[in-house]
């Protein structure tokens, strides 16, 4: 039986036909319907960080980790709020796309763009993001990623993932969730309970938590604040 390795895939797929497919997903060009439905759940996700992020209050003072960036979309105006933004992405070819699209004077010094797979990241961040990354790895790998993005977290991680449910179970094996067989990368759900126990192991709690569900994109958003001492 052979062994898939998840994250060669994700890095293949992203520097080859996922790019292209996803950069005008994440754009604002002309697509198809079903991406245009994806696009809009997507974009709610980013807004409800940026909405959760804002009433905050205190983005100027935030050091933010935005880990698997993609083209930005969440990195960008994150920066321009004031925060301190270091934003990576295993994708060559999408940090490329990133960083033209913050080409600005006003952004030097408050965003840095980086190639570099999850794993490899270090240092230590108020906020740690990770948003729509989990979805291409199985649970196992899922616990290893989230153990170490709360070890790079001096107070708050976000994550978003697609949940796993009878429901959405049932779409996914009929392929109604993720059309095209050809057109993305395996997708794997994840029971919302696993994601919150392997936080509270590594000492989070849940503080706020959203849903995004249109047709063909479906998200759940956790926010956890490390426990006090």
Known sequence: MTTVDDKSVVKEYFNATGFDRWRR????????????DIRIGHQQTIDTVL????????????????????????????AEA???VEASDISEKMVGEAKERAESETLKGSLNLSVQDLESLRGQYHTVICLDVLIHYPQNQADAMISHLCSLSESRVILSFAPKTCFYSLLKKIGSLFPGPSKTTRAYLHKEADVIAILEKNGFQIQRQAMTKTRFYFSRILEATRSAS
């Open 51 to 78: 909405d959760w992020l804002k009433a905050d209050d205190n983005l100027n003072h935030l050091t933010i980790c935005d880990a698997g960036c993609g083209v930005g979309s969440l990195s960008i105006p994150l």
């Open 25 to 36: 997903i994440y754009g604002d060009g002309e697509v198809n319907k079903v991406q245009l």
């Open 82 to 84: 004031g925060a301190k």
